[in-house]
Nanobody, 126 residues
């Protein structure tokens, strides 16, 4: 079992930036893919971005492409989600998720990920 802990959420003005961190630990935490999802009240959980541990390749949802950047220095380091130009549609609880057998090449449904963090709240003020 992989444990995931997110941090970095908070309140930011519209147009501002935040950097979320996801620390993964456990025997298979270095493998597969790590994704960032978000869920706003009354809405379904949606994938924001994903990064593959094997080659560092990434995926972004259209809604965040060009504004968010997912990164990881190597498989043993935290996964970061740098969020720039935050907009009123971005507030949500942001979750990181991991699965050792997953390679994300595009949209990956939440059910493909076996381990989840507790989430971190992002709030954007206008």
């Amino acid at each position: 079992q992989v444990q995931l802990v997110e941090s970095g959420g908070g309140l930011v003005q519209s147009g501002g930036s935040l950097r979320l961190s996801c620390v993964a630990s456990g025997p298979t935490s270095d493998y597969g893919a790590i994704g960032w999802f978000r869920q706003a009240p009354g809405q379904e959980r949606e994938e924001v971005s994903c990064i593959n541990s094997s080659d560092g390749s990434t995926f972004y949802a259209d809604s965040v492409k060009g504004r968010f950047t997912i990164s990881r220095d190597n498989a043993k380091k935290p996964v970061y989600l740098q969020m720039n130009s935050l907009q009123p549609e971005d507030p949500a609880v942001y979750y990181c998720a991991q699965d050792p057998d997953l390679y994300c090449e595009g949209f990956s449904p939440s059910g493909d990920f076996g381990s989840w963090g507790q989430g971190t709240q992002v709030t954007v003020s206008s």
